[in-house]
């Protein structure tokens, strides 16, 4: 079981497929548009996840409200987001790194994507690090993408996945080499990220980061992104 699967139930479906290339773990995502999941309807995808033969599972990020009905069947919190939010404005003034300067910020391509998963397993603790169908997951995941690296010499030292739908724009994911950390490097990627989307009607631009992972919430704070009240929560049911 390694693809993705779509449980219908209703106007619901789940896709589900294994949290991190586990075969026991299934993480779940609601295909946007189906409403919010009640109780019932929950407790029916996770006895047909158990005949898929998965043995727990993981949601994705979800808002507080909607984790209530998850948490009244045993789901419990594993993680909380902060979700920050950038109106694209003073963009002019925006610097991309001083030490940085002499990077190269260019489009990825498919050969750069092995050396892309390599950095985001050095950069992620275990839990948050992706496969390469979690990394095509974030480029699918928006009608428009933009996926840039910086580039030293033949070294790709950083990435960033930047998508846009409608008139909001989401930093999908951005990892440092951690060798090259605090010069700059993030910093262009997520200027480059916000101008990309300020020329194309956006109005603001969302990102989530861990409550726990200083070093995003300081970059994204220098660079104009205020912290909005709505935390989203990854919830975990050990199957018992
Ligand atoms: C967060 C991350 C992308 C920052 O990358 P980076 O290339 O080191 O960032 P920059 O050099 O552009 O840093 C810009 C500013 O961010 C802040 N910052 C970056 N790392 C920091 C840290 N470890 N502690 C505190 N502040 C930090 C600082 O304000 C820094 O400016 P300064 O160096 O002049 O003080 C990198 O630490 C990383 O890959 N972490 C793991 C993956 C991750 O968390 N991705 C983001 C998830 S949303």
New binding site residues.
Partial sequence: MTTTETISIGRLHFRVRPWHSDPSIAHLAMAPGGGLPEIAQIAECLGRIRDLGYESALTSAIDTAEGTAYRSLGFSERDRLRVMRHDLTELDQLK???R?SGYTCRRARKSDKLACLD??SR??EPF?RLDAGGLADAEAATPSRRFRVIQDRNRVL?YAVTGRGGQQGF?Q??????H???????????VDALRWCGRRQTREVF????VS????T??????GFVTTPNDLVVLFWSGD
């Fill in positions: 991309g790194g001083g940085s950095i985001d950069a992620f948050w950083g930093i994911r951005l990892a440092t080499d951690p090259v950390q605090r010069q700059g490097v993030a910093s262009l990627l997520v990102v989530n980061t861990q992972n200083v070093a995003a300081r970059l994204y704070e220098k660079l």
